[in-house]
C-alpha cells in the first residue's frame, strides 16, 4: 500500500503542521551547512503555494541541561528558512502557550509560522530536571501540538527510527498524516529496495565495525543478490578468513560472527583482494598489498585498484545498488580513492536505482561531488540504517496510507 504524500492533501485554508528535519550544524549561533533546510523547500512551498497555512519546526541537538537551550535556540534556522524561501517566516520563541496559540489563530493562508526547538520540551527549566516530553513522545505534548493544527505533514526522516511526540505523537492526535516530499523519496528509494528491489540487486558495505552494522549486513545477505565489502570492517572478515591483516583495524570479538555470516552467505559476500596499507594511521601515501601479503605492521587504510576491478564487475548489470560505509578513511586525501572508485561505479551505472544511506557515507558521496549522480542520498544516519534493516520506522508507519 502507499502512503500519503503532501500533494494529496487539500490544504486550502487549513492550518498544515508540518515536523521537518532542521537538525543543522551550527557553531556559535552560525549555521555552518544549510543542506538541510534547503531540502525542507518543496514541502513548505507546495502548503503555501496551494493555500495552506504552515506551522513549521523541528528539533535541533539535544536538550538535557539548562546550558544546552541557548546553545539550540532554533531562531537563526527561521531566519535563513525566510531568505530561501524569500518570504517573512514569523517565529515565536516558545513551544506552547499564549503566544503561539495568538501567532496560530492570526496565520493566513500562504503565511509561514515557525516555532521553538521542539527538544525545549525535553528539558524542565523550573524542576531544573531533564524530561524527554519530546523524545519519549508524552501523550499530552504531542495532543497539544496536534490541536494546534487541522493536518500534519512528516517530513523528517533524520528522527522517524523514534517515535517523538512531534512525529507519533501528533499524527495520533489529528485527522490526517501525511509524508513531505523528502520522506516520500527515502520511502520510494530505500522502502523499495527493502520491500521490491529490481534485480540484480547488489548491495556494497563499508564503515568502521561489523558491530555496528550486524542487523543491516544479516539483512543485506538475506535480500541482496551480492554483498561487497571493503572499510575497516573487511579485516574482521579476512582475519575470519584466516589472513594477516597486520595492524588493521579489526573486532577480534566478532570473528565468530564474522566466520557466520560467510558460511551462511553461500558465496554472495565479495571481500576485497588488495588494499592501501600504511604503517601508521595518517595522511601520508601508502602501498598497495595484496591481502595476502601484509607485513605484521601493515594498517590497512583503503581498498586497492584490483578490488575496485572485481567490485566493477560484480556491479555489471546491477538495477538495485544499495551502499553503506566509506571504503577507507575517505577524511584523508592518501585513502579516499576506493570511496571516489565506489562513486565512480555508481554514478556510470546506467538504469539502475543507486541509494546511499548513512552519516559518512553520504558525506562522503557530497564531499566527493558525487551528490547529483545518484538517484538517491538518504538524509538520515541511522534511521537510513534502521531502514535498510527492514524494520518499520515509527515516523513511516504513523504516516496515513492513501
Ligand atoms: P556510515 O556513517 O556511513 O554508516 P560508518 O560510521 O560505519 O559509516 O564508518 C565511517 C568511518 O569509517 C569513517 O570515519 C572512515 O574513516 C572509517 N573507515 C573506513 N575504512 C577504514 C579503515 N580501513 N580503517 C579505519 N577506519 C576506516
Ligand atoms: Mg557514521
Not at 504552515?54 to 537551550?69: N, P
Request: charged share 25%.
Amino acid at each position: 500500500m502507499a502512503k500519503k504524500i503532501v500533494s494529496d492533501l487539500n490544504v486550502r485554508g487549513k492550518k498544515v503542521l508540518i515536523r521537518c528535519d532542521f537538525n543543522v550544524p551550527m557553531k556559535n549561533g552560525v549555521i555552518t551547512d544549510d543542506t538541510r533546510i534547503r531540502a525542507a523547500l518543496p514541502t513548505i512551498k507546495y502548503v503555501i503555494e496551494n493555500g495552506g497555512k504552515a506551522i513549521v519546526f523541528s528539533h535541533l541537538g539535544r536538550v538535557k541541561q539548562a546550558s544546552d537551550i541557548e546553545k539550540n535556540d532554533i531562531t537563526p534556522v527561521s531566519v535563513r528558512l525566510a531568505e530561501l524561501i524569500e518570504k517573512p517566516v514569523k517565529f515565536v520563541n516558545a513551544t506552547r502557550g499564549a503566544e503561539l496559540e495568538a501567532a496560530v489563530a492570526e496565520l493566513k493562508e500562504g503565511e509561514i509560522l515557525m516555532f521553538q526547538n521542539t527538544r525545549y520540551e525535553d528539558f524542565d527549566v523550573e524542576a531544573d530536571k531533564e524530561v524527554k516530553k519530546e523524545s519519549k513522545n508524552n501523550p499530552e505534548l504531542g495532543a497539544y501540538w496536534a490541536s494546534l493544527g487541522d493536518v500534519f505533514v512528516n517530513d523528517a526522516f533524520g528522527t522517524a527510527h523514534r517515535a517523538a511526540a512531534s512525529n507519533v505523537g501528533i499524527a495520533a492526535n489529528i485527522a490526517e498524516t501525511a509524508a513531505g516530499f523528502l520522506l516520500e523519496k527515502e520511502i520510494k528509494f530505500i522502502g523499495g529496495a527493502v520491500d521490491t528491489p529490481v534485480r540484480p540487486y547488489i548491495a556494497i558495505l563499508g564503515g568502521s565495525k561489523v558491530s555496528d552494522k550486524i542487523g543491516v549486513i544479516e539483512a543485506l545477505l538475506d535480500k541482496a543478490d551480492k554483498v561487497l565489502i571493503g572499510g575497516a570492517m573487511m579485516f574482521t572478515f579476512l582475519k575470519a578468513q584466516g589472513k594477516n591483516i597486520g595492524a588493521s583495524r579489526c573486532e577480534d570479538d566478532k570473528l565468530e560472527l564474522a566466520n557466520e555470516l560467510l558460511a551462511k552467505a553461500n558465496g554472495k559476500i565479495v571481500l576485497p583482494v588488495d588494499a592501501v596499507v600504511n604503517k601508521a594511521f595518517e595522511d601520508v601515501p601508502g602501498v598497495v598489498k595484496s591481502v595476502d601479503g601484509f607485513d605484521n605492521d601493515d594498517m590497512g587504510l583503503d581498498i586497492g585498484p584490483k578490488t575496485l576491478e572485481l567490485f566493477a564487475k560484480n556491479l555489471e548489470g546491477a538495477k538495485t545498488v544499495v551502499w553503506n560505509g566509506p571504503m577507507g578513511v575517505f577524511e584523508m586525501e592518501n585513502y579516499n580513492k576506493g570511496t571516489i572508485g565506489v562513486c565512480e561505479l555508481l554514478a556510470n551505472l546506467k538504469g539502475a536505482s543507486t541509494i546511499i544511506g548513512g552519516g559518512d557515507s553520504a558525506a562522503a558521496a557530497e564531499q566527493l561531488g558525487y551528490a547529483d549522480k545518484v538517484s538517491h542520498i538518504s538524509t538520515g544516519g541511522g534511521a537510513s540504517l534502521e531502514y535498510l534493516e527492514g524494520k518499520e520506522l515509527p515516523g513511516i508507519a504513523c504516516v496515513d496510507e492513501k
